[in-house]
């Protein structure tokens, strides 16, 4: 399942969760301000902002929201075949 890590009062973050339901992806939320375990996995995965998408712990897309608003679907789908290939 895609993850997006955000944050309360994150712009970003509630765009590219609108743009994956847009784009007909299911999704988990995980509240960075909420959760320190999360937070500091992307603090060691060395992530200074929100949001982050991952997909099965893996990072889907870089740049977060703009990165997600610059490729299609077809290429979020062919990212999400190759993280379940390895």
Known sequence: MIT????????????AKRLLEILGYEYQEIRIDQDDEARNFLINEG????????YERTLLVENGYFGLANITA???QQRINEINEN
Request: some cysteine.
């Open 4 to 15: 997006v890590y955000s944050k309360n009062g994150c712009p970003r973050c509630d765009e």
């Open 47 to 54: 992530h200074k902002s929100v949001p982050q998408i991952y």
């Open 74 to 76: 077809k290429q979020i």
